[in-house]
């Protein structure tokens, strides 16, 4: 125990100098940079909003209800479904009193009549309960299910294939409302995320301050749809370990060591998210690159986090 205390007051002055030597805010650039400056952004592993950067897309002023439905049409889309909009989250089951990783009910459907769910839940009352719907496919579907929208938007941009080493991974566009949230969560890509419509907010965390997030394994479980607004948590057949998954919601509220930032997306905005944890409460694309493991960060976060989760292991928060 005093082993421990000793060292949770080192992180807590590991943090303090973080948080001294970073800035407390999200940097914001007007249109988009030159690859040398957003080389040196990827270097200092910072977010940054890079505001109209991608206002020249044809889908910022062309995507409404009537073109996207002529360009779609009936064309099949893969769609989440959730009880509460909180898809791939920690979610205690009331029926056996276990938290799970609870990963959405999906299902195919015309993209027309998600669409018709879009509009028609824009128009009911918000205490109307019937599941919450989020295109949030992860398989580079621009090239899939969303192929005849793919002209619309321009994949290659020359500053970010020369600011990071890695070879583009996947091109996605996520729709939803603003009832759909994306847990807390950490990747494995850089992210540059470009909104085409609506508003998007986020909440991130430096991968540091992880440690405040009680990361831990969890059981994997799905919803299943019983019926309009009615889900069942089933848990996976064999069991499934999701490793390493934050336990903090958003409205628990984080420690006074942990410091998140926030930054808000507009239409034709550009947010590059360089090795974050990040939360997300709506037509946005996110593009993802390969991360560089042999960078000292990676390496260095990995270690702070193994050094938390091992003052953790009486599974108390820890007092930092």
């Not at 009193?97 to 879009?118: C, I, R």
Request: proline share 6%; hydrophobic share 35%.
């Amino acid at each position: 125990m005093e082993h421990t205390g000793l060292i949770e007051q080192s992180l807590a002055v590991f943090l303090q100098n973080y948080h001294e030597s970073n800035v407390s805010w999200v940097k914001e650039n007007n249109g988009a940079p030159s690859a040398l400056e957003f080389a040196r952004i990827v270097g200092r592993n910072e977010p940054v909003v890079f505001r109209g950067a991608v206002a020249n897309w044809r889908a910022i002023g062309a995507w409404n209800r009537n073109y996207l439905s002529e360009k779609m049409g009936e064309r099949p889309i893969l769609v989440a479904e959730t009880p509460d909009g909180r898809a791939d989250a920690h979610v205690l089951n009331p029926a056996d009193g276990v938290t799970y990783f609870v990963k959405p009910h999906v299902s195919e459907v015309p993209f027309n009549q998600f669409m018709d769910y879009l509009v028609n839940t824009r128009q009911r009352n918000n205490n109307h309960v019937c599941g919450v719907k989020y295109s949030q496919s992860q398989d580079d579907n621009i090239h899939t299910e969303y192929s005849p929208l793919a002209s619309d938007i321009e994949e290659y941009l020359p500053w970010a294939h020369a600011g990071i080493e890695g070879e583009l991974q996947a091109t996605n566009l996520w729709i939803g409302n603003e009832k759909s949230v994306t847990s807390l969560h950490r990747d494995v890509y850089e992210n540059l995320y470009c909104q085409i419509s609506g508003v998007k907010t986020f909440v991130l965390v430096s991968p540091y301050e992880s440690i405040h997030v009680k990361e831990r394994p969890l059981p994997q479980a799905t919803y299943e749809k019983q019926s309009v607004g009615k889900f069942e948590i089933i848990p996976s057949e064999p069991p499934e370990k999701q490793p390493h998954w934050p336990t903090v919601g958003m409205s628990d509220g984080f420690s006074n060591g942990c410091r998140p930032l926030r930054v808000s997306l507009q239409p034709g905005d550009r947010c590059g998210i360089i090795r974050s944890l990040k939360a997300v409460p709506k037509k946005e694309f996110v593009v993802l690159y390969d991360m560089d493991f042999t960078a000292s960060l990676y390496h260095s976060v990995d270690f702070v986090r193994s050094i938390a989760a091992a003052c953790n292991s009486d599974g108390q928060r820890m007092a930092i």
